[in-house]
């Protein structure tokens, strides 16, 4: 006998087994300290589908951004300094040395890639926990003063941008500096389980 907690999160509605616990568990354990196992698995459970719901929200800003959107951030030649700002975070929170994107121009290369370089698709697959400390913590500075609205009044395109990046960053630093690998570990296992609910879409 089992007791399954289901969750389908809008978009892409998918169904997380969040955990199991099984008759044998069950029957090792009280009466009283197997409810506040179940208690502290709710919890858990709960906590984690937050924050999934949350990391959806946050990719789908961008995912959803029209391609004349991003054209439009190319095709500025001096850019406001708020979407440059903004942009440099986007970059180093995907991995790029900052001596690679000290200049406008080379941003914009960046942002033209396709395929599985192409800027929308990276950050669909990127993954908070990937980000080392002081990247998290330089893009918290970089960012420091500004919000969607300001970000918003300049360029549409950045703001989405700036909100992923907010909540990358505000995501990383809610997590140990080192990362354990127990924890990398929960992260390909629910990894694995976004890919098999997509093939069986």
């Known amino acids: ?26 029957q090792k354990t009280s009466a009283g300290g197997y409810e506040k196992v179940l208690a502290t698995k709710v919890h858990e459970a709960e906590t984690l589908l937050v924050k999934l719901k949350r990391l959806e929200f946050l990719k789908r800003q961008v995912m959803e951004l029209k391609q004349q959107t991003i054209a439009e951030l190319k095709s500025y030649q001096q850019p ?66 500004m919000d969607t609205a300001s970000v918003a009044d300049v360029s549409a395109g950045a703001a989405a941008f700036y909100v992923w990046c907010e909540g990358m960053v505000e995501e990383r630093l809610s997590l140990p500096k080192e990362i354990s690998k127990e924890l990398k570990e929960k992260r390909k296992q629910l990894d694995r389980r976004k890919s098999n609910e997509n093939l069986m879409k």
């Not at 399954?4 to 568990?25: D, Q």
């Not at 929170?93 to 000290?102: C, R």
């Not at 890639?113 to 970089?142: H, Y």
């Open 80 to 145: 406001p300094p708020i979407v440059k700002f903004v942009m440099t975070a986007t970059f180093l929170i995907l991995g790029h040395n900052g001596k690679d994107i000290q200049k406008w121009n080379q941003m914009v290369v960046l942002m033209g890639k396709t395929g599985k370089e192409a800027l929308k698709r990276r950050v669909q697959q990127f993954e908070p926990d990937t980000m080392p400390w002081n990247v998290a913590t330089s893009c918290q500075e970089i960012l420091a003063g």
């Open 1 to 26: 006998m089992y007791a399954f907690f289901h969750w389908t999160l809008p978009e892409p509605a998918m169904k997380l087994r969040l955990f199991r616990v099984s008759e044998k568990t069950k």
